[in-house]
């Protein structure tokens, strides 16, 4: 353990590790991981490692604001967003952390589901002939995607179509920042303050889109929502669903420096959940950003 806590020192003096290092803290990262996965380290012996990044693990740092969990889960819309705005400390002896944190292959995974969704939402736009569209976006955090979709829809060849989104969130604050965020296209928005699994609703959308939110959930809540979603999806219609895959390199750094778990899943494994949910096998397809981290359940009806 004494040698971890010395290595954690030599980083923490070094300000963080720079592009150079990157691969040599990973695979620091990744032993501690398999230490901890074979019941080699103790969760407390964990959380002194963590203690002895003082500075460097706490609010003022990307990683501190993960841990440390202030909205009560990790991924909440203020880290998120700085992920999309690649926003760092303003703390310069803390910049090399969040440089880090931001060039992670799971942070570049989390900026391309954002241009995976306006793709996504351009192909819907484009293949229906409906004069006004209905987008249900479930757990809709910062709604960055939803505004740079506006951005770009306003100024495009389909700027006449009229796009409604209904956004389910259940922190009042992300809603407060995404209705900041959105202002001006907030006649387009209707932002909910619901949880997800009590949420109804009488409407039948083309798409409803979830991303961040399945990762958090387990099997039994995975499918609970996912059969709930699905009977509000219009036919001809689908619902897609985000989820990081079990391949993830970015994992050991999330776990061990973070506390952050997701139920990390594979192509098979949310193709079973979707069967388990009822859905039949040729509505099922799965897709994927560049970096193959994220990937995206679509199930048609
Ligand atoms: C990781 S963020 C993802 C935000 C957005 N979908 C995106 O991809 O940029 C997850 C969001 O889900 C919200 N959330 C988590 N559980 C929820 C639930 N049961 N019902 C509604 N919102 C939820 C959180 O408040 C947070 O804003």
Known sequence: MKKHIDNASKWVNR???SPTDYEEFNSWLEEIAGEVEQGQMASQTLSDLQDAFGEALSPKTLQGISLRKPRGY?????????????SLTTDPDLIKWDNF???????????NRKAYFIDLMNSVVEQSEEERLEIL??????????????NQHHEGPNRDRHIQFDCVEFDDVAILYAQTLCFEYMENINFMKANAFRFTTEKRFPLIWS??????????????LTKRLYEFVDEG?????GNFSDYNPSRPYMEVLMDWRLHHRGPEVLTQLARDSGVPENM???GKEPEGINLFLHLKK
Do not use: M
Request: without cysteine; negative net charge.
């Open 101 to 111: 944190f931001l060039n992670t292959r799971a942070a570049h995974a989390v900026r």
């Open 137 to 150: 976006n479930v757990a809709s955090g910062p709604a960055r995607d939803v505004f740079e979709f506006f």
């Open 74 to 86: 990790a991924g909440d819309f203020e880290v998120i967003d700085r992920v999309y705005q690649r």
């Open 15 to 17: 300000g963080g590790p």
């Open 237 to 241: 219609g689908e619902l897609v669903i």
């Open 284 to 286: 099922i397809y799965i």
């Open 211 to 224: 991303a961040g939110l399945f990762d958090y959930l387990d099997d039994r809540r995975f499918i609970f």
